[in-house]
């Protein structure tokens, strides 16, 4: 292969600009302008937006029902070659959206061996490419993991494996992870299950799965304190898909679960938009759980189709969602080492070049729509004064007497036998037509 870093991918596209909401450019943002202080940060560092690799590079639009369509200048190229190609593509888009973050799969930077040792060299050589680039890009890496689910050797999973062959090779998987993202900088570590679940009860020895899982988990743990790699750790819940019970559920499963094996103080959750959705839960839902737990951590940016039942991963776009999320979010203090991670793929008819820049445009343009209109949520205590006022029982009487744990049975039967109930309304449609009302005003 003799490209450069001369090359282009991306021709047709200069540096994608703020235009503002006006603007009929397609190749530029109406919303977010990295620049702009919002309640004292840029938006940039408020948002801290990423691109993932696996959808963005290595997907080809294929689906079970059809072959790939996605028009790709670098898929001219195999094997390492075409590997190469990848980072050379992906740097180029990263300068012209000018994203301070990316994230990858282990496989996706680089092609599987025949055995761990050749995939470890294949790995290394592009590592060492992927840091030339960083050298002079402003673009980080916001996390990387290790894909334990697409290899046939994963087909009872990995840490959950039946197999401790395949649980020996996993560790050794996520050794190289865990040197990678040292040596990268990652500033999060992430493990998403992918196969970590199981199908059946008849033939799953649960608590041996569980606490292996745990084992797992705390063996990261030490070899990052022995390598002196300090990234936050982050788990991925979800519920399904691709097996039938995922370990990692959803927030509340995933926060008892840490607990449960003395894991919490060293992980967060890296929630997905989509993921929540399957779990029969709203994206805000799974950050609220997460943000009062203090294990919000980071998040993969997309939304799911509701009239579907699995994982469209599509680019956010939904105001009212992104509005909420980043009410979560700005009430957690912002995601520390975090970011909004797009793991978001263009739809299989979305399949030229120029698609990507489109559809990551959208998605930076509504959560940044998001982050404003959460912001002024905020500083008008919108949200804050509904609450307070709802549950304002709680704070004198009876009510701050259970608060503060000096009231008991007996008193609270004395308390019921002397007075009449009478509840207040939820204001549920007023309080959705004030948001309705931020949303088009802001």
Same mark, same amino acid.
């Not at 200069?14 to 006006?22: C, H, L, S, V």
């Not at 639009?61 to 390492?80: E, I, N, Q, V």
């Not at 030339?132 to 046939?152: C, E, G, Q, R, V």
């Given at each position: 292969?003799?490209?450069?870093?001369? %090359?282009?991918?991306?021709?047709?596209?200069?540096?994608?600009?703020?235009?503002?909401?006006?603007?009929?450019?397609?190749?530029?943002?109406?919303?977010?302008?990295?620049?702009?202080?919002?309640?004292?940060?840029?938006?940039?560092?408020?948002?801290?937006?990423?691109?993932?690799?696996? *959808?963005? $590079?290595?997907?080809?639009?294929?689906?079970? $029902?059809?072959?790939? !369509?996605?028009?790709?200048?670098?898929?001219?190229?195999?094997?390492?070659?075409?590997?190469?190609?990848?980072?050379?593509?992906?740097?180029?888009?990263?300068?012209?959206?000018?994203?301070?973050?990316? #994230?990858? *799969?282990?496989?996706?930077?680089?092609?599987?061996?025949? #055995?761990?040792?050749?995939?470890?060299?294949?790995?290394?050589?592009?590592?060492?490419?992927?840091?030339?680039?960083?050298?002079?890009?402003?673009?980080?890496?916001?996390?990387?993991?290790?894909?334990?689910?697409?290899?046939?050797?994963?087909? =009872?999973?990995?840490?959950?494996?039946?197999?401790?062959?395949?649980?020996?090779?996993?560790?050794?998987?996520?050794?190289?992870?865990?040197?990678?993202?040292?040596?990268?900088?990652?500033?999060?570590?992430?493990?998403?299950?992918?196969?970590?679940?199981?199908?059946?009860?008849?033939?799953?020895?649960?608590?041996? @799965?569980?606490? %292996?899982?745990?084992?797992?988990? =705390?063996?990261?743990?030490?070899?990052?304190?022995?390598?002196?790699?300090?990234?936050?750790?982050?788990?991925?819940?979800?519920?399904?898909?691709?097996?039938?019970?995922?370990? +990692?559920?959803?927030?509340?499963?995933?926060?008892?679960?840490?607990?449960?094996?003395?894991?919490?103080?060293?992980?967060?959750?890296?929630?997905?938009?989509? *993921?929540?959705?399957?779990?029969? *839960?709203?994206?805000?839902?799974?950050?609220?759980?997460?943000?009062?737990?203090?294990?919000?951590?980071?998040?993969?940016?997309?939304?799911? %189709? !509701?009239?579907?039942?699995? +994982?469209?991963?599509?680019?956010?776009?939904?105001?009212?969602?992104?509005?909420?999320?980043?009410?979560?979010?700005?009430? %957690?203090?912002?995601? &520390?080492?975090? &970011?909004?991670?797009?793991?978001?793929?263009?739809?299989?008819?979305?399949?030229?070049?120029?698609?990507?820049?489109?559809?990551?445009?959208?998605?930076? +343009?509504?959560?940044?729509?998001?982050?404003?209109?959460? /912001?002024?949520?905020?500083?008008? /205590?919108?949200?804050?004064?509904?609450?307070?006022?709802?549950?304002?029982?709680?704070?004198?009487?009876?009510?701050? +007497?259970?608060?503060?744990?000096?009231?008991?049975?007996?008193?609270? @039967?004395?308390?019921?036998?002397?007075?009449?109930?009478?509840?207040?309304?939820?204001?549920?449609?007023?309080?959705?037509?004030?948001?309705?009302?931020?949303?088009?005003?802001?």
């Amino acid at each position: 292969m003799t490209q450069t870093k001369a %090359n282009t991918y991306f021709g047709s596209v200069n540096k994608i600009a703020f235009e503002g909401k006006d603007s009929k450019n397609p190749f530029a943002f109406k919303y977010y302008n990295p620049e702009e202080q919002i309640g004292g940060k840029t938006m940039k560092e408020h948002l801290r937006f990423s691109v993932a690799y696996w *959808h963005t $590079f290595t997907a080809d639009g294929s689906d079970p $029902f059809g072959a790939g !369509t996605m028009l790709r200048p670098w898929d001219k190229y195999k094997g390492m070659d075409l590997a190469k190609a990848r980072v050379e593509a992906a740097f180029e888009l990263f300068e012209k959206l000018d994203v301070p973050f990316f #994230t990858f *799969h282990d496989r996706d930077i680089a092609p599987e061996g025949n #055995t761990l040792r050749e995939t470890n060299k294949n790995l290394d050589t592009i590592i060492e490419m992927i840091k030339d680039y960083m050298k002079t890009s402003n673009t980080k890496l916001l996390w990387n993991t290790a894909n334990m689910f697409t290899n046939p050797r994963f087909v =009872h999973g990995a840490a959950t494996s039946c197999n401790a062959d395949v649980f020996a090779y996993a560790a050794a998987q996520v050794k190289k992870g865990l040197e990678t993202a040292k040596e990268l900088g990652a500033e999060n570590y992430v493990f998403w299950g992918g196969r970590e679940g199981y199908e059946t009860l008849l033939n799953t020895d649960l608590k041996l @799965e569980l606490d %292996n899982l745990a084992r797992f988990m =705390h063996m990261a743990v030490d070899y990052a304190k022995e390598i002196g790699y300090t990234g936050q750790f982050l788990i991925e819940p979800k519920p399904k898909e691709p097996t039938t019970h995922q370990y +990692d559920t959803d927030a509340q499963t995933t926060i008892s679960f840490l607990k449960t094996y003395g894991l919490e103080e060293y992980f967060k959750l890296n929630l997905e938009a989509n *993921h929540a959705t399957l779990a029969g *839960h709203t994206f805000e839902h799974e950050l609220r759980v997460a943000r009062i737990n203090g294990m919000l951590g980071s998040v993969d940016a997309n939304q799911g %189709n !509701t009239l579907l039942g699995w +994982d469209t991963d599509e680019f956010p776009t939904d105001l009212y969602t992104t509005t909420l999320a980043m009410y979560e979010i700005l009430q %957690n203090g912002g995601l &520390g080492k975090g &970011g909004l991670n797009f793991d978001a793929k263009v739809r299989r008819t979305s399949f030229e070049p120029e698609d990507l820049f489109y559809a990551h445009i959208a998605g930076m +343009d509504a959560f940044a729509r998001g982050l404003k209109v959460a /912001h002024k949520l905020i500083e008008d /205590h919108v949200i804050e004064d509904a609450i307070a006022k709802r549950y304002s029982s709680f704070t004198e009487g009876i009510g701050l +007497d259970i608060v503060q744990g000096k009231a008991n049975f007996h008193t609270l @039967e004395a308390y019921a036998l002397n007075n009449e109930i009478k509840n207040v309304s939820g204001k549920t449609e007023y309080l959705k037509a004030i948001l309705n009302q931020y949303l088009l005003e802001v």
